[in-house]
C-alpha cells in the first residue's frame, strides 16, 4: 500500500462497510492487498471441501480458481468439460461445500447487488452452497442500493457482456445500457442481496484496490 489517496479513503471506506455487512449477517472483513484476500479466503474453507465457482474476473485475477486445484481440493469446474457437459456440471456447483465468486456491485449500507445470464452464480448465492465467499475490489461499492442496480446494469454488464464479443447487444455494440430484451442479453436476473439467512453463510472479503468489472 503507498498511501495514496484512493488507498487511505479505501481504509475509511472498508470498515464501515463491514460493519454494515455484518449488521445485515454477513461475516465480512477488509483487507488491504489482493494477497491478503487469498490468504483470507483459503482460511475460511476446510480441507477436502468441494469448491466450485461462477463467472468472475475477480476469482480469475486473485488466482483462486487455480490456487484451489494446486492446493489439492475437490472442485466442480465448468471450463474443465466438454460444452455438451457444462449445464450439469454448473447443476453440481449448487451443491458444493464453498462457492466463490463476486458482486457486481455494494451498496454502503450492506446489500449485495448481481445480475446474472443464466443464473448459476445468483442461483449458488441464494441457496445451494454450504457457503459462499465473495471477493469484490472497492471500485464495486456504490452510495446507495439505486447506485448499486445502477452500477450493475450501465458499468459492470456491458463490459461482462463485451468479454463475448459473439454476444449481439447493444452494449456490445455501443458499450451503453439500451434496456434490451435481446436473446444474448446477460441481464436476466437482477438480485439484491439485503440480509443473508442463515446468518454468515455469505462471506464478504472487501479488497482495498480496484479488481474486477
Known amino acids: 500500500m503507498d498511501n495514496s489517496p484512493v488507498d487511505i479513503q479505501n481504509s475509511k471506506r472498508g470498515p464501515k462497510l463491514v460493519k454494515a455487512l ?30 466450485a465457482w461462477g463467472g468472475s474476473m475477480t476469482v480469475t485475477s ?19 468439460v466438454p460444452p455438451e457437459q457444462r449445464n450439469d456440471t454448473m447443476r453440481q456447483a449448487l451443491l458444493s461445500d ?12 450492506g446489500q449485495l447487488v448481481n445480475i446474472d445470464g443464466l443464473g448459476n452464480r445468483v442461483g449458488a448465492l ?45 452494449c456490445n455494440e455501443t458499450g451503453s445500457c439500451a434496456n434490451c430484451t435481446s436473446p444474448d442479453s446477460i441481464c436476466t436476473h437482477i438480485v439484491a442481496t439485503r440480509l443473508c439467512n442463515p446468518p454468515g453463510r455469505i462471506k464478504v472479503i472487501l479488497i482495498g484496490q480496484d479488481l474486477g468489472l
Open 22 to 51: 455484518q449488521n445485515r449477517r454477513f461475516e465480512a472483513w477488509y483487507v488491504a492487498t489482493p494477497d491478503e484476500a487469498v490468504e483470507k479466503v483459503f482460511s475460511l474453507i476446510e480441507a477436502g471441501s468441494t469448491i
Open 62 to 80: 486473485l488466482g483462486l480458481t487455480r490456487l484451489a486445484k494446486e492446493k489439492g481440493y475437490p472442485v466442480i469446474d465448468r471450463d474443465a
Open 126 to 170: 441464494i441457496f445451494g452452497p454450504k457457503q459462499v465467499i465473495v471477493v469484490a475490489g472497492m471500485n464495486k461499492v456504490t452510495k446507495t442500493l439505486e447506485d448499486a442496480y445502477t452500477r450493475a446494469r450501465t458499468v459492470a454488464a456491458p463490459r461482462n457482456t463485451q468479454r463475448f464479443s459473439a454476444k449481439k447487444t447493444p
Open 98 to 109: 464453498t462457492f466463490l465468486c463476486s458482486a457486481n456491485a455494494i451498496s454502503e449500507d
